[in-house]
């Protein structure tokens, strides 16, 4: 029986829809500004900087993670 890899059109079709989303998003917002940003005691700044680092953190924590078990596992290696 022959292996036959194919991405599927409903996930095919998500991905697209995510990424012409947020390059809209990105287009519209990116003139904005930040009011509540700016409303911020500076104590209130420190906060959020840490809470941005931590959680940037784990964010690439996984993105690594995941990098190398996929790189180990190779799940998709009989795909062509």
Known sequence: MENICAMSVLLANICLVYTLACVYYYILTRNIGTPFNKSLYAFQKKI???????????????TVLAAVILAFTRPFKDCV
Do not use: L
């Open 48 to 62: 959020k900087e840490e809470s941005t680092n931590t959680r940037r953190n784990i964010f690439i924590q996984g």
